[in-house]
Nanobody, 117 residues
Framework: QVQLVESGGGSVQAGGSLRLSCALS????????RGWYRQAPGKQRELVAT???????NYADSVQGRCTISRDNAKNSVYLEMNSLKPEDTAVYYC???????????WGKGTLVTVSS
């Protein structure tokens, strides 16, 4: 069973910072933890940031310059540093992983980020 363990969500005021972490509950070579998506109330899930095993990052325009994604390949973990948070960043943030060979997506249960003005 593939389980993604997320942590780091919470409530902050606008302008604040949070750091999200995600890792597999156990080491599975064929599963690559890839990054973060988010879903705000009444909206579709959207990309926040992903990072390849080689460290190439991809960011949504809405978070570019405010967020930094990083990874620890030894731990198959990814981290998302979020700064200058805005109320519109309020959402449930989901960690995403992918099977290296089948392309199957796996999702964490989500961690809530709430930014108040």
């Amino acid at each position: 069973q593939v389980q993604l363990v997320e942590s780091g969500g919470g409530s902050v005021q606008a302008g604040g910072s949070l750091r999200l972490s995600c890792a597999l509950s156990r080491s599975i070579f064929s599963i690559n933890v890839r990054g973060w998506y988010r879903q705000a109330p009444g909206k579709q899930r959207e990309l926040v940031a992903t990072i390849t095993g080689g460290g190439i990052a991809n960011y949504a325009d809405s978070v570019q310059g405010r967020c930094t994604i990083s990874r620890d390949n030894a731990k198959n973990s990814v981290y998302l540093e979020m700064n200058s948070l805005k109320p519109e960043d309020t959402a449930v943030y989901y960690c995403n992983a992918v099977h290296r060979y089948s392309g199957t997506d796996y999702w964490g249960k989500g961690t809530l980020v709430t930014v108040s003005s």
